[in-house]
């Protein structure tokens, strides 16, 4: 069964520093992996997904992510933080030739000024 | 701009009331989705649809049951709502195929008295 793991419930951290989410998936089949962001009062919007081919994928407003298949991780990664992008991270997985997605339970990224 | 559109954004019912949550969409998409979110727990899928009149149970549908009589509207009905039930409901859409972008709603914070 698909699973998705977020290891840090909470990341609080200073603005331009570097930021790392942590996500590992479960599958033993391929997988897509997606993050999502959820600003405050909004509904989820895609940050990034990998689907094949390169390991690195890069998103929007800056993010990027590294497919690690022998760690079975998807870790979300900025260099440089801004308090905008203070909101709810989502982890999320999907089987090849499944519909159904499974998310992680989140990780709230607070940016202190 | 693609759009999924949920009825309400705040919703405040009393216990054993039914309750009906609306969701629709406006890009043709076969797959929709309903799930709760609470802190803590993520996105749990409640109920999918894959097609019109066609369903199937998510993760949590005890107390929920849904309706796609048209394919851009998904509706989530609380038969007799329940405290248990307060919680924040997003729909989402994509595509048929594994590989594509989710669209959420706004969520429909809802609160059982």
């Known amino acids: 069964a698909q699973s998705v793991t977020q290891l840090d419930s909470q990341v609080p951290v200073f603005e331009e520093a570097p930021v790392e989410l942590r996500c590992n998936y479960s599958?033993?089949?391929?997988?897509?992996l997606f993050w999502y962001v959820q600003y405050p009062n909004q509904g989820l919007q895609l940050l990034l997904k990998?689907?094949?081919?390169?390991?690195l994928v890069k998103g929007i407003n800056g993010f990027e992510a590294e497919f690690n298949k022998s760690q079975t991780s998807f870790h979300l990664r900025k260099p440089s933080v801004h308090i905008s992008d203070t909101a709810e991270y989502f982890c999320?997985?999907?089987?090849?030739?499944?519909?159904?997605?499974?998310f992680g339970t989140g990780t709230r990224l607070t940016v202190i000024p | 701009d693609v759009k999924v559109t949920q009825s309400s954004r705040y919703l405040v019912k009393r216990t054993g009331e039914k309750v009906f949550l609306e969701c629709v969409q406006d890009?043709?998409?076969?797959?929709m989705f309903w799930y709760r979110q609470d802190p803590g727990l993520g996105l749990r899928l409640i109920y999918f649809?894959?097609?019109?009149?066609?369903?199937e149970k998510g993760d949590i549908p005890e107390g929920y049951s849904v309706s796609r009589e048209k394919k851009e509207r998904f509706s989530l009905i609380l038969e007799s709502a329940s405290t248990n039930q307060t919680s924040m409901y997003l729909c989402?859409?994509?595509?048929?195929?594994?590989?594509?972008?989710?669209?959420f709603g706004q969520g429909t914070r809802l609160t059982v008295v």
């Open positions: 599958s033993s089949v391929s997988v897509y």
């Open positions: 890009m043709d998409h076969e797959n």
């Open positions: 649809s894959y097609d019109v009149k066609m369903k």
């Open positions: 999320a997985s999907i089987g090849t030739g499944a519909n159904n997605l499974f």
């Open positions: 990998y689907l094949s081919g390169s390991t």
């Open positions: 989402a859409s994509t595509q048929g195929g594994a590989s594509t972008e989710a669209f």
